[in-house]
């Protein structure tokens, strides 16, 4: 079972990644999935979620409007596209997956995978 997170790099304020994170050993499609993210000196926070039981999107109000969640069942991967990136969005990002959107403390972990916004 391995979720394998990419797509990180350095990008200037104003900028778009996109992440993507793909299983393997297990299906996405039957697990709430969801991104988080640690940034130097501060505690982990959720970021976005898609919840297994109708669907529904989730994000942080810091990242509402500028990032999007989505998944690919026929690949078994999943995405974070960020746009309008900001400084403070500079953390290292995980992908998640569990039963349902929460802290994802029971679930199965990327690596994490470091994003930087700078000039």
């Known amino acids: 079972v391995q979720l394998q997170a990419s797509g990180g790099g350095l990008v200037q304020p104003g900028g778009s990644l996109r992440l993507s994170c793909a299983a393997s050993?297990?299906?996405?499609?039957?697990?709430?999935i969801g991104w988080l993210r640690q940034a130097p000196g501060k505690e982990r926070e959720g970021v976005s979620c898609?919840?297994?039981?109708?669907?529904?999107?989730y994000y942080a109000d810091s990242v509402k409007g500028r990032f999007t969640i989505t998944k690919d069942n026929a690949k078994n991967t999943m995405y974070l596209q960020m746009n309008s990136l900001k400084p403070e969005d500079t953390a290292v990002y995980y992908c998640?997956?569990?039963?349902?959107?929460?802290?994802?403390?029971?679930?199965?972990w990327g690596k994490g995978t470091l994003v930087t916004v700078s000039s």
């Open positions: 998640a997956a569990d039963s349902w959107c929460g802290d994802f403390s029971g679930g199965y």
């Open positions: 050993g297990f299906t996405l499609a039957y697990y709430a």
């Open positions: 898609i919840s297994i039981s109708d669907g529904s999107t």
